[in-house]
């Protein structure tokens, strides 16, 4: 999920700071035009199309990252989808579709990436979830148990691995301004803005700055936590 959004900003964030990069979504032209910008300021970088729910299509390209990059370091598992609906209204499919993009796609990467990462004596996985997923939302049953199941997940891995080097942290934004949050009209903004502590939705690059920090050798002794980047709603 890096070819837009809070993904993007991820990937900028740590292609300046000197990571090579390999981006993987299912859009190619946003995904080959963001690969290319990653590339100019100097570090590698591919990009891999391909659905994060499928395993096949994750095999594929986790055997062009392996090919490329020798293994990988770090892993960000932000590809994310949301078909809210009130319980009652919620089709099974719904249901499936959330559950198989937000929750089995980070499974799915991390069965492949992790070992070479426990190999390394090195690794950082850092999933995205969700304020949702710790405080449940109205209207998102299928979206905050994904995040909710994801936070489960991190904090097993974490138990499995930590001892090997490597870290899984999750990140869990609040409101956020990206395509996800775009269709908020203006008293639902003004609403939100005033429920947060901070008085402002935030930025993918707020949101990038703590991956950054997780991703790096400055966060060697934390693993299985989560880390709210909302401006205080979540307390
Ligand atoms: P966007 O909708 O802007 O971006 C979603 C990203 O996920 C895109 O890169 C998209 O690329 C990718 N993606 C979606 N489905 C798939 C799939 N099946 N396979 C591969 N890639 C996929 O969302 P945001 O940037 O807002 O959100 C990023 C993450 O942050 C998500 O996990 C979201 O749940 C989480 N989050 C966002 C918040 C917000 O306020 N914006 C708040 C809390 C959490 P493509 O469509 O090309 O596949």
């Not at 900028?12 to 590339?39: K, M, N, Q, W």
């Not at 960000?76 to 919620?90: H, K, P, Q, S, Y």
């Not at 991956?211 to 709210?228: E, K, M, N, R, W």
Request: charged share 20%.
């Amino acid at each position: 999920g890096g070819n837009r959004g809070i993904g993007r900003a991820i990937a900028g964030t740590l292609a300046r700071a000197g990571a090579d990069v390999a981006i993987f979504a299912r859009s190619p032209e946003s995904v080959e035009r963001t690969a290319a910008e990653l590339s100019q300021g100097g570090v590698r970088s591919i990009g891999l199309v391909g659905d994060v729910g499928d395993p096949g299509d994750v095999e594929r390209a986790w055997a062009e990252v392996a090919e490329t990059f020798e293994g990988v370091d770090i892993l960000v598992n932000n590809a994310g989808i949301t078909r809210d609906n009130l319980l009652l209204r919620m089709k099974p499919a719904e249901w499936d579709e959330v559950l198989r993009v937000n929750l089995a796609g980070a499974f799915h990467w991390c069965r492949l990436a992790v070992r070479p990462m426990i190999r390394k004596r090195w690794g950082r996985v850092i999933n995205m979830a969700s304020v949702v997923g710790l405080t449940g939302n109205a209207g998102q049953t299928n979206y905050a148990a994904s995040k909710a199941g994801l936070i489960g997940f991190s904090k097993s891995l974490a138990a499995e691995v930590a001892s090997r080097g490597v870290t899984v942290n999750v990140v869990a934004p609040g409101f956020i301004e990206t395509e996800m949050t775009a269709a908020l009209d203006d008293r639902a903004r003004a609403a939100y803005e005033e429920r947060i502590p901070a008085g402002r939705l935030g930025s993918a690059q707020d949101v990038a700055d703590l991956v950054l920090f997780l991703a790096s050798p400055l966060s060697d002794y934390i693993t299985g936590q989560v880390i709210c980047v909302d401006g205080g709603l979540t307390r």
